[in-house]
């Protein structure tokens, strides 16, 4: 299991100077061009990790086979979505074990005015690897109201005839 970092402006920094300074070991990249809805709630509290299939709805999933022990792994996605209710949207990127996820790694919410356009999330974290076997990293999104989130369209729709589309990326670099 990889050892969670510090996100945020401190986890860019280290996951960029990483990748400056390393080699590249693999990248693995999955993309969802997919209209899909869910109506899960992300509570708009103070909680430090989230729980995973009851906060928020997954719409992505990735997996990767770490190449050594000690390498860095940065884990990226980007996600087009819109709610029907505007309140608090946020998204996190989740350890995963199947259907249900582990603790948050990253998380992040987009500034957009109070209506029902669509949001741009961005969020990376970077892990240490700390063992070889596979490791998968899930995308989670939801909203603190009631309401339903629509991942790559707005209004239970796709918007662009599918052309718009979110995804995932794991790089892995030696330290």
């Known amino acids: 299991m990889a050892t969670p970092r510090i996100t945020g402006e401190i986890n860019y920094k280290r996951a960029t100077a990483a990748a400056a300074s390393s080699v590249v070991q693999q990248i693995v990249y999955a ?3 997919s209209v899909l809805t869910g109506t899960t709630t992300i509570p708009a509290d103070n909680t430090t990790q989230f729980i995973a299939g009851t906060h928020g709805d997954q719409y992505m999933w990735i997996a990767i086979t770490p190449k050594a022990v000690g390498n860095i792994l940065m884990v990226e996605a980007l996600g087009f979505a819109a709610h029907s209710a505007v ?3 946020k998204c996190y990127i989740a350890t995963s074990g199947g259907s249900v996820g582990g603790p948050a790694l990253a998380a992040a919410a987009p500034l957009r005015g109070a209506n029902a356009t669509q949001a741009m999330f961005y969020v990376l974290a ?15 999104l939801g909203d603190s109201g009631a309401g339903t989130n629509t991942f790559n369209g707005e209004g239970g729709v796709g918007i662009g005839a599918r052309q ?3 995804y995932m990326k794991i790089m892995e670099f030696t330290p």
């Open 31 to 33: 993309s969802v061009s």
């Open 87 to 89: 309140s608090r949207p």
């Open 126 to 140: 970077s892990v240490t690897v700390s063992s070889v076997a596979s490791q998968s990293y899930s995308f989670w």
């Open 164 to 166: 718009l589309g979110s």
